[in-house]
């Protein structure tokens, strides 16, 4: 066994002792990325997860630093930049990542990137 993996091991034995949460937080962040366009919510969540969504959410929250919801939304921001440096429209990104109307994500994009989808956009051409 090299060191390194030594090292992980003794790191994921101290930090993650619990080998059922952190199957159920991975098979939920995975769950999460694989519907990025669907809606989603906690109730929908804890049930893939079979879990409480309360447990579910103290869980992520341990394991990631976030809720599930943030961390979805972080992964939808992110593909937003993705696609829109493609050249998709604003209208095509909003929808094809899961958000509903195309001034909620506009405001959450300014709010998080300080600058509009249409001027992030112009920047990157």
């Known amino acids: 066994m090299s060191f390194y993996l030594h090292e992980i091991n003794r790191i994921k034995n101290t930090c993650y002792s619990n080998s059922k949460q952190i199957e159920t937080v991975i098979r ?3 769950y999460i990325i694989s519907n990025l366009d669907k809606e989603l919510n906690l109730d929908m969540l804890s049930d893939t997860g079979f879990t409480s969504k ?18 979805l939304t972080d992964i939808r921001i992110g593909k937003s930049k993705e696609y ?3 050249g998709m429209s604003v209208t095509e990104t909003c929808y094809s990542i899961g958000f509903e109307s195309p001034s909620s994500f506009s405001t959450l994009f300014k ?8 001027e992030f956009q112009k920047e990157q051409f």
């Open 28 to 30: 939920t962040r995975n």
């Open 54 to 71: 309360f447990h579910l959410l103290r869980l992520f929250k341990k394991y990631y630093g976030q809720t599930p919801i943030q961390y």
């Open 84 to 86: 829109l440096k493609k």
């Open 111 to 118: 709010r998080r990137f300080g600058r509009t989808p249409s």
